[in-house]
């Protein structure tokens, strides 16, 4: 899918070229306290900036008529918004002051070991010749967890709150498989 006329304000107007690509699994469920809730029917798309070499576009086509995603073009992060139906999309350039707090993984100073180190993992040729060719990806199921005070952060609106886990996921995924592909 091609989204032309998306303006960047320090590249002009740039198109953009998705993919959808899906966040929630066909069998996915929501709880609201002790009753289901209906999953989220958005739309997720995945791509990049046509012309630019490395950039990453992630856009989310709500149910309830919101567009939003986020778009990098030469290491700077935009935030896109809109409204279905109503005039284009929004893009409002994210401070670079944020991006330059750099990411600190604690993993490796937590209490305990998980009992398993790099230096123990070995391939054999047994598990060589199992190893798939060409390209294919993993999918994780994950079950999310929240509570009053979460809700809260959207004024109650469990909607709001169901959609913004659902961007948390897209936004993940589309990185992990730019940066692992």
Known sequence: MHLAGLYLSDFGVVQVEVERFRVFAEDARVWRGSAPGPVPRNVYLRGSVNGFPGSLAILSFR?????????????????????????????????????????????????????????????????????????????????????????????GDEGAATDYVGDLFAFASAIYEAEID
């Open 63 to 155: 149910e309830r008529g919101t567009i939003g995603g986020w778009v990098l073009v030469d290491g700077t992060w935009w935030q896109i918004r809109g409204r279905a139906g109503v005039g284009g999309l929004a893009s409002e350039k994210l401070d670079p002051e944020l991006a330059d707090d750099p990411f600190d993984c604690l993993a490796d100073a937590l209490p305990g070991s998980l009992g398993v180190s790099a230096d123990s993992l070995e391939i054999t040729s047994e598990t060589a010749e199992a190893t798939p060719l060409g390209t294919f990806s993993y999918t994780a199921r994950v079950a999310i967890e929240t509570d009053w005070e979460f809700l809260n952060l959207f004024a």
